[in-house]
């Protein structure tokens, strides 16, 4: 929300008129044009405040409005009737000034709405508390029943007041309200009786008629048909926008709460029907036998006369014959007159006029009774005057006279107050007092009210004068005794001046008053001032059986019969406007000025010239200038330092001295002219509005300059701080992120750690009890299974094992496929070990023997058919017993080395190939070094060979014994040629020859040569051996026999 300090803020127009620049009524007029376009409906002129009716509700009256003016300086906010009421409440309560708040303007202007806005804020700060709520309700509540009763719809406002009011709210030393005290001046009572066109009787009568129930109605014998009472007119008897009978309810709720009692309401109400009913009487003329005319009551209207009588407890009688006699008393006299027709009707009128009004009063009192202050103690007073302002119509008349002359005085204390008001302030301030030129209109004052030649005084005197009076005998009166009188102008005065102003007509006279000439018509004004009620009414009214009636007519009290003459109306107002300037002096006014802006009720609509025409009635531009007239502003100096001290280096940012130096220093910088200025005691004084602007519009400037630093500094700041803020963040959103991504890597490792270790763990107990795992069980199983069937095999095996003999090839069939390999290995290692052991138990002897075995099998096996025939036969080696048998003992001797093969052989005859068995068996021995043929029975040597000599030996393959013994050629054994031999033991003679070749070193190896055919040497021819298949003719035997010299042919018999 904007927040103000001074009125000077952002304004529209100007907020306070004396600031205008240039004054004039046209740059006047122009500042409220403005304003009141942009719904700144009020304006100042120092501390009066102008209100512009808006015909529009505002929402400037709200409780937030209130807080907002509440307790703020007069100037520190735009123009509001609330800084008003603040100012004047605030100085009531605090500074114990009784305050007056004077409202003024013309009808429809909005001076009762001022007036209620005053009220309800003053309600609204001061204190609160059940007594003070029930004061401030009853106060406020007073206004609903004061305006039913004494407002009407006129053609300028559908709310007009018809009455003066002047309130005092009292208030204790705390400042709550106690109470008040409500004077009325005036009421329009001939409104009760007559409407000028388009307007209306007092509100109550259609209020009453449309919001009664129909029992009240029935009670006061009313008819809700508003065409059925005289008094009220019909032409607009309703009004837009006003709820009648909901204004009733109100009213109603309102008395209730003022604290009217039920009977009371009751017979306010009646008096308001027996008016109604008044005015329906009508009167016919009756002659009387003296010639005069008299007056009765219209047959058709007695039904009338009868309600009324009943409403009011009178007699029938006594009433009629009030309306047809008036008894006149003069010192002991009594002369009873009759009324003509006019006269009873002039009556009637007067009656119901004076019924109502005084009804009103009374309403008043009894209003004043039921809100006045309890308490004796001194009380703060604050008055408020809501009443009728200058009035000039095209026909203007007695009312018009009184009420323009109200306004004369009200503004005779204004200009008195206000200068008054300037001047202390100047003196209380120590400025020199320069004299100020303005119209004082108690010379106005004077012409109305001056006791000896004053206008009213003239009129009372006529009134009182006997002889037939007039109202054209009051203006011969006006005309002689104020012709020379500048305010006063006549057709007929004595000033010659006016005798041809055709505007002035003969009927009339016209005042200049202070705001305008006024011209007044004379017709009606004695009778008005008169206001006479005949006696004979209002002593039928007190013998009423009303106990409101009779309170209202005391004079009609026989016993206190007043023959003076009743005051008049001019009187008792002079008197009464007395007072209430004498009460207003005694206290500190506040102005209300309300101006309407056109005629028309409409919002928007802002006439120029009613506007103008308003200004000047109401005094405006005078109010201006004598506020100028001086020094157009001035401002206590602590708030003109704190609004212009950044003009100014030395008082920016803070003034260390007292406010009136910094405001000096200044000003001296600012280098306005001294003549420009005066300092007060408290307050600087600003001569011209424009020096005021000047500091303005500098100021203006400097703040536009200042925003900018702010604006830069703020900026600043509030990047920086956004900045730092960034980074103070970011560290701790890193701290965070760091935290987390530590914490994160922690865990993984962490987590990772604990992966690896419950691997490893596992791996651990699992290696430890893999064994137990039913994974590992199948091996286990199948290991035990084969350590079973292995440990099943081996004994098995144990069991069936073949014997030790090398040569048993049996082996125990396998029990299993899979152990084929092992079977046969085992087997071969068994073989191996067998044979080993089977070696191992060998002798040398033995070993030699088997070695020739195994030799005779290398060499023989598979290629001689002899050879399995050999196997079975030990190689004894001394078949002849050589050593032992004597016959070869030479021949043993013979032989040198050690005999290793003695046996006998047959020697195949070179010749013819025949074996000699028998013939020729020979001993072979066989030594180391040679063999040795011996004979058999000699034991003679036939032939001894050198091995040296062997070249080889050849045999057939077949089962023969034959074998050739092959010399090298050339040896000395050869010269016989090679031996053919044949024996038995072939395989063991041949494979000692052959071991024996074999171990010696120096000797060749001796071939073997195993062929069925082959070549032997016989002396010279080379004989071919050749072995055939025999057939046995001469037994089994082998036939051997010589072909030719080349071949011989041995048959071997196939086996
Ligand atoms: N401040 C306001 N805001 C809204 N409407 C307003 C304001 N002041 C006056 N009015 C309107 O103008 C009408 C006339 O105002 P108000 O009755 O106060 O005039 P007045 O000066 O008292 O006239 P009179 O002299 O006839 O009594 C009100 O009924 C209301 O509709
Ligand atoms: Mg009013």
Redesign the pocket.
Known sequence: MEVKTSLLDNMIGVGDMVLIEPLSEDTFIENLRKRFEHNE?YTYIGSVVI?M??????PI?TAEKVEEYRNRNFYELSPH?YALADEAYRSLRDQDKDQCIL?T?????????????VMSYVAAVCGKGQEVNKVKEQLLQSNPVLEAFG?AK?V???????FGKYMDIEFDFKGDPLGGVISNYLLEKSRVVKQPRGERNFHIFYQLLSGASDDTLKKLKLDRDFSKYNYLSLDSATVNGLDDAACFRTVRNAMQIVGFMEDEVQSVLELVAAVLKLGNLEFKPESRCNGFDESRIKDKNGEYLKEMCELLGIEQSVLERAFSFRTVEAKMEKVSTTLNVAQAYYARDALAKNLYSRLFSWLVNRINESIKAQTKSRKKVMGVL?I??FEIFEDNSFEQFIINYCNEKLQQIFIELTLREEQEEYIREGIEWTNIEYFNNAIICDLIENNKNGILAMLDEECLRPGTVTDETFLDKLNTVCAEHQHFESRQSKNSKFLTDHSLPHNCFRIQHYAGKVLYRVEGFVDKNNDLLYRDLSQAMYKANHSLIKILFPEGNPAKVNLKRPLTAGFQFRASVGTLMKNLLTKNPNYIR?I?PNDK?AAHIFTDSLVCHQVRYLGLMENVRVRRAGYAFRQAYEPCLERYKMLCKQTWPHWKGPAREGVEVLLKNLQVPAEEFAYGRSKIFIRNPRTLFFLEEKRRQCLEDLATLIQKIYRGWKCRTHFLLLKKSQVVVAAWYRRFAQQKKYQNIRSSALVVQSYIRGWKVRREYRKFFRANAGKKIYDFTIQRIMQKYFMGLKKTMPSMSPVDKSWPARPYGFLDGMHQELRRIFHLWRCKKYRSQFTEEKKATYEEKLAASELFKDKKALYPSSVGQPFKGDYVEITKNPKYQKLNSLVEDKVLLADVVSKINRANGKVRTISSPRIFLLTKKSLVLADQKTGQVKASVPLLDLSSVSVSTQSDGFFALKLKEGSTSAAKGDFLLSSDRLIEIITKLHRIGAASAERNQINIDISDEFLVQFKQDKVCVKFIPGTPKNGNGVACKRKNNRLLEVSVPSP
Do not use: H, M, V
């Not at 009716?53 to 505002?58: C, G």
């Not at 013309?106 to 001022?114: I, L, N, P, Y």
């Not at 300028?156 to 018809?162: E, G, L, T």
């Open positions: 409906i209100s009716n808006p015909y529009k509700s505002l009256y009737i409202i303007g013309e009808s429809g202007a909005g001076k009762t709405e001022a007036s209620k806005f407002n006129t300028r406002n559908d709310n007009s007041s018809r809501d009728y302002g309300c309407k009720k």
